[in-house]
């Protein structure tokens, strides 16, 4: 694979996620802002919603920290291959190490599973208020 080719890969693949991942923590601060308790002298979440509130919370730091780090190791990369070769216009094949994807790999895995835990969360509220609003 040439070495243009592994950020472009990369960021096709994870981009939609993390595209649907953040789109989501949004809808679900939304979501948590909707139920809100309006309480003196400020409005209070309901104790069933705090949980996801953190998640949703986490989720949008750990897609930040993603895009962080894979700027910075495969900045890094680019700059140490660039130095390396004198001839800029050429695309060397190059092989990336496994373990320079780990960091942004952990966090693309985190930011989906914070996003999907917190929706649980969410669904069980929504369907205790919508269906048995007695258990409240």
Do not use: H
Not at 21 to 46: E, S, T, Y
Not at 106 to 116: P, R, S
Request: proline share 5%.
């Amino acid at each position: 694979m040439k070495l243009s080719d592994y950020i472009n890969t990369y960021y096709e693949f994870s981009g939609k996620a993390s595209d649907v991942a953040r789109n989501l923590a949004f809808a679900g601060i939304a979501f948590v802002w909707i139920f809100k308790v309006d309480a003196k002298p400020a409005p209070r979440i309901p104790r069933e919603l705090l949980i996801p509130t953190l998640l949703l919370a986490l989720t949008l730091a750990c897609d930040l920290l993603q895009y962080i780090s894979a700027t910075c190791v495969w900045g890094v990369f680019q700059w140490y291959y660039d130095r390396k070769f004198q001839d800029v216009s050429e695309d060397p094949i190059l092989d990336a190490s496994s373990i320079l994807k780990l960091p942004q790999l952990l966090f693309f895995i985190l930011k989906l599973f914070t996003v999907l835990l917190a929706y649980i969360f969410i669904m069980k509220y929504a369907w205790c208020i919508w269906f048995r609003p007695e258990s409240f």
